[in-house]
């Protein structure tokens, strides 16, 4: 079992729906998480990162994490075409220069 | 502002040659990771270096190896590649300690025929 879970998709939706992202980890020792958005050949960009259960807003992008349940999300709202992308959502734990273990992206596509 | 530089964007070796990857971080970043990412896979951690050290090992084969030199710029080693090795392979960097994420480059593309 890979230690985060992430749903291929493709996930399609009309544009200005919510949009909901979901991860599953199965490392308890991870504590801080994130989410990054990867549009074709580039690089990923970090969008958002979470330390404890709770949400973390920035503007359209909500973060959410339930360490109970080890389950994290990523909701965005008023979707836009522009938004299309693969989102990958990563964990990471322990002290000093760790490395991230990434899901495998969910391929996301906003109708216009 | 400055972002993750890497070089070169895209790179071509034959089977069995050498390659060198290089990746200048956000000045003033002290960590550097190493990912690769395969056709339609997830980004597989390689290597990271804090402070000039390694600090952390994924999945790195043996016939890789990286560095992290005196100006915090991190070079990745690749030795007899294989067509396996053909992949994106990203450089990412974060001033470590101060839980801002990390910062992506644009990759390298390597393709080994």
């Known amino acids: 079992q890979k230690e985060v879970e992430q749903d291929p998709g493709p996930l399609s939706v009309p544009e200005g729906a919510i949009v909901s992202l979901n991860c599953t980890y199965s490392n308890s020792a991870f504590q801080y998480f994130m989410w990054y958005r990867q549009y074709s050949r580039k690089g990923p960009e970090l969008l958002m990162y979470?330390?404890?259960?709770g949400n973390k807003e920035d503007g359209r992008f909500t973060a959410q994490v339930d360490k109970s349940s080890k389950y994290i999300s990523l909701f965005i709202r008023d979707s836009q075409p522009s938004d299309s992308a693969t989102y990958l959502c990563?964990?990471?734990?322990?002290?000093?220069?760790?490395?991230?273990?990434f899901g495998k992206g969910t391929h996301l596509i906003i109708q216009p | 502002a400055a972002g993750v530089i890497q070089s070169p964007r895209h790179l071509i070796k034959e089977k069995r040659e050498t390659a060198t990857l290089k990746c200048y971080p956000i000045?003033?970043?002290?960590?550097v990771y190493w990912y690769q990412q395969g056709p339609g896979q997830d980004p597989q951690f390689l290597i990271s270096f804090y402070e000039k050290m390694q600090s952390d090992k994924g999945s790195i084969p043996d016939r890789f190896s990286a560095q992290q030199f005196s100006d915090y710029h991190s070079e990745l080693n690749m030795s007899s590649l294989e067509l396996g090795d053909s992949a994106l392979y990203f450089c990412?960097?974060?001033?470590?300690?101060?839980?801002?994420?990390?910062?992506f480059g644009s990759g390298t593309r390597l393709t080994v025929v």
């Open positions: 990412a960097s974060s001033l470590e300690g101060t839980g801002h994420g990390y910062t």
């Open positions: 990563a964990g990471g734990g322990g002290g000093g220069a760790d490395g991230l273990t």
């Open positions: 000045p003033r970043h002290d960590t």
């Open positions: 979470t330390y404890s259960s």
